[in-house]
């Protein structure tokens, strides 16, 4: 009987080998299926199992995928660096979760300080220790990308602000999202919407706008270009833009109803209302983009993006370029997935005014 304390450290094959009285070769044989020359004998087998029972063996995982090329884990890269909670990030992260559980594969999270510096460190990420990668919201451009990404690893972007030669990208149609969201105000007849957007680097702030301006030309309806505000994607974020822009309105009328290009900055409005002592929706509406966790919460009128959705389906054809290459079968890069919107009703959303209110 063999003295080893499974408590001071886990059992390896050469240890169940010598408690069986065979090589670790054989061991190995019987425990993870390694090829071997020699037949084993049931008897043999049996010690084998039998040793490996007394001595709580279990596989080394990362040894095993490596002897197989594949280790059944998806790495997830994105910034994650804020004051506030990614509502975002984590909305698409569970569905990554819930589909990476349903695939079999193990899921590693790589924070990166920002796109900038952090694209360097992306070949380091795949250094074995992943089968693919997901990038989240990426801000690289195409040249970095094909600079800086392994051609020997398989990617999958989610709302990539470029399009990345090789990279098929999931995202949500956030040009069509914010059009409706808009012609749905101005049917109600708020015909002053003030839009707090993103910033003016992001492809889906500009797509969020370029829906506001649509809408209005749609229906044939002129609005300043001051009523289109850039910002970041944060609720102080919002509620400084909205502040300051009645700041610098005072004695003009209050918009209708505010479009504001997250939820996130939707509730910045909220804030930046609510300490002027104006009401929403009595006074003016407010509405998000988004439909994260603190939305409903909220009860705030917005634009669903399916976010868990994409989380889905950026797993699945991650895993599904991955078993590709793993079996040997060509790998062009699948086309990338647009998923529809929608209206989400709330209680932040009402009729307008019948008389308007001046900013005060």
Known sequence: MSDLNPSRRAATLADVGREAGVSAMAASAVL?????????????RDRILAAAERLQYRRNGAAH???ARRLNTIGVASTLASNELNQYFLEVFNGV?????????NTTVFALPDWQAGAARIAGLCDGRIDGLLLLAPLMDAATAAAMLPPHVPFVAVHANHALAGVPNVESDEEAGAYRMVRHLLELQHWRILHVGGPTWSLGARRRAEGWRRAHADAGIAQPEDHVLHTDYSIEAGRRALEDWLQAHRGRELPQAVFAGSDAIALGCLEALAARGLRVPEDLSVVGFDDTLVARSAHLATVRQPLR???????QLLVGRIEARHAGRPDPAPPGVVLPTELV?????GAPRAVPLAIA
């Open 32 to 44: 993870n299926g390694a090829k071997t020359s020699s037949r084993i004998a049931p008897a043999t």
């Open 309 to 315: 959705e994409m989380g889905h389906r950026a797993v």
């Open 97 to 105: 979760i819930e589909a990476a559980a349903a695939e079999g594969q």
């Open 65 to 67: 995928g490596l002897a």
């Open 345 to 349: 009703p709330g209680r932040s959303l």
